[in-house]
């Protein structure tokens, strides 16, 4: 069975601070996705980004980052200098399928940023 | 911009009414499509697999004569909660994956039975 873990129920931060959000997986498929999601109180989810098992290049896009290791099946997000408009649910995923299989999604890490 | 949308994006009704729930892909087809739903506060938890030309398949747990799922066309699937009772409020959110590429999810609805 495929089980998403987001130890962190709800992180504060000040404005600038750097902050990362953990997520650790298990699965016993060997092709399988990860994705990052974003949920503003307006409820709608935000897809940030999508790394599959093969691919264990971190990613970097702006001021988001992301380190995937396989050797301890985690796939952590890291917010540098964190802004009040990064306030939000963030929530880790895992899929079987390229895109086509349903996702698994760990309980969320609510990020509150302070001015 | 989007490419999955919802309607209605918010609805309240009476207990004993039956409420539908629309998700549309706007600009690619997608045969399947998924049902979450989530609580306040809490995760987004798979309800069913709407598959076009074929019947739904349920996550455990859920009822399926509760949750009526129907997948009309390559670009349309709709949730029809029946009997709606208080308990059944929640916010309940699409997907469609797109091929070679990800799922996306529509903007939820959120659902209020007095």
């Known amino acids: 069975a495929q089980k998403v873990t987001q130890a962190q129920t709800e992180i504060s931060v000040v404005e600038k601070e750097d902050v990362t959000l953990d997520c650790v997986y298990e699965?016993?498929?060997?092709?399988?996705?990860l994705f990052w999601y974003k949920q503003p109180p307006s409820g709608e989810l935000v897809f940030l980004i999508r790394?599959?098992?093969?691919?264990?290049q971190n990613e970097i896009s702006g001021r988001y980052s992301w380190n995937f290791q396989k050797s301890t099946s985690s796939f952590n997000f890291t917010i540098t200098a964190s802004q009040v408009v990064d306030s939000a649910v963030y929530f880790c995923?895992?899929?079987?399928?390229?895109?086509?299989?349903?996702?698994?999604f760990g309980k969320g890490t609510k990020l509150t940023v302070n001015p | 911009g989007a490419v999955v949308s919802q309607h209605p994006s918010r609805v309240i009704c009476k207990s004993g009414t039956s409420v539908k729930i629309e998700c549309r892909s706007l600009?690619?087809?997608?045969?399947?499509m998924f049902w979450y739903r989530q609580f306040p506060k809490k995760s987004l938890m798979l309800m069913a697999t709407?598959?076009?030309?074929?019947?739904?398949?349920?996550e455990q747990g859920v009822e399926k004569d509760k949750f009526l799922i129907n997948h009309a066309s390559l670009t349309l699937s709709t949730l029809t909660v029946t009997s709606a009772h208080p308990e059944d409020s929640s916010f309940y959110i699409c997907?469609?994956?797109?091929?070679?590429?990800?799922?996306?999810f529509g903007p939820g609805t959120r659902l209020t039975v007095l």
């Open positions: 997907s469609a994956p797109r091929l070679q590429d990800t799922q996306y």
């Open positions: 699965t016993r498929d060997t092709t399988y996705y």
């Open positions: 790394r599959n098992s093969f691919d264990e």
């Open positions: 995923a895992l899929t079987r399928g390229y895109g086509s299989e349903k996702l698994v």
């Open positions: 600009d690619f087809q997608a045969t399947t």
């Open positions: 709407s598959n076009e030309g074929s019947k739904a398949t349920y």
